[in-house]
């Protein structure tokens, strides 16, 4: 399996002001598309910070997406930050001028907004249908907007070209013990299907302890013999499974 | 300022199935009590991984806040693996151990229960006021749950120890004018005031583009003069200044 990194750029997250949507977006599909996200990191609008990571994590995954800080305003640095780790020049780019001046006309479009039909040198352009200014890639690296809609249409205008290994599927197996009273047999199980990921997830309601556990593979046959086993274990310690919508 | 790492650890997050919720609980409270958040990262339930990640921040950063993987379960290897990290013995904590015994009676507490009393051996125990299975505090690193009602009663109950530095305030300034058009001047303005960080967070609503200008800083007065500047330089551009609940 192919594997990712998704990279947020922006303070804003890391203050606390603003609740991410983007990377759990990305995972999701990502994950649909056969493509296994390793990790996701958050970091500062930062040069040195921006370069270290970008250089970090295209070296270690196949993938790497950013979000975040390619708009006009100052604290804007991922695009030039990108085009510092791969040592190329940050130079106006003829087709995204060409995006902008269609979207603005020549009257409206400022240096500030200028900045935006800049992208580091050799990068492919990523379409925006939303308001125009695009995103790019450089080798394996994705640059995407912070804003959710655009970040969306920009990954959904190439997420074709990630598709083509196994989708992980996914089934959750609710149950109704708290999960220190199955742990050990579930240990026993997971040992037993080491090609199907089996996570617990504990939850508190008003009628007591219990946990969602989580199978997931690419194999869905596998996942569906893992299930029933589960669900079997289950019953044998007094509880009732159910899908998570309470469904037996 | 102290500065902070927040370290996500599970599977659950990265494969999308998992909103988190405790890293902008984090960063909205460290900011509160004066601490930088520098970086956040979500990472696999991998011990190699953990420990890689474990020493790269505590040798980083002021304080490193795990969340994650403290439970019963065969997936829950953080607390080994932080004792690795640090090269101590993962260990029967005794105090752990009372309090799960007081929790659970000794009849219930199986073996996977005991593991929630095992410790990397020196550490300190954070205080568990709903389930009782404690957290932990090793050097500047503090180890967390991942259910976040239990985070926060962990978080909170040794918050106060990180008070001191001066809490960061923030004003948000509305404007109604793209930001494009106003990234120029605005440029020019963060210039006169270094000590302020001066984000800009773009939205479209019906009534067009418009984007939020937050001011940042340990220091009031600065951030409302920065404020005054900004909202003056919105009138002069043509727009309407306001507070972002649309108050003036």
Do not use: W
């Amino acid at each position: 399996m192919k594997t990712a990194c998704i990279l947020l750029i922006g303070n804003e997250i890391l203050s606390g002001r603003t609740q991410d949507q983007n990377a759990p977006y990305l995972a999701a599909r990502l994950g649909e598309l056969g493509v296994k996200v390793m990790e996701m990191r958050v970091i500062r609008d930062d040069e040195a910070i921006i370069v270290e990571a970008v250089n970090s994590a295209r070296a270690t995954h196949d993938y790497v997406f950013t979000t975040g800080g390619i708009g006009p305003t100052h604290d804007d640095i991922t695009t030039p930050s990108i085009a510092k780790a791969f040592g190329v020049a940050y130079a106006l780019n003829p087709a995204a001028l060409k995006l902008l001046v269609d979207r603005y006309g020549e009257a409206k479009l400022n240096d500030a907004r200028r900045r935006m039909a800049h992208t580091p040198e050799g990068a492919t352009l990523i379409e925006n249908s939303i308001s125009a200014a695009p995103g790019f890639q450089m080798a394996n690296v994705y640059v995407m907007a912070g804003v959710p809609e655009i970040m969306r249409v920009m990954f959904e205008s190439i997420a074709e070209s990630f598709a083509g290994a196994a989708p992980v599927a996914s089934v959750t197996v609710r149950c109704d013990l708290p999960e220190g009273a199955i742990a050990a047999e579930l240990g026993t199980l997971q040992g037993r299907f080491l090609d199907v990921e089996i996570g617990s997830y504990p939850f508190y309601s008003e009628t007591g302890a219990g946990c969602d556990l989580v199978l997931r593979s690419t194999d869905p046959n596998r996942i569906a013999q893992a299930a029933d086993q589960v669900r079997d274990l289950v019953r044998d310690l007094g509880g009732n499974p159910s899908s998570k919508n309470g469904a037996p």
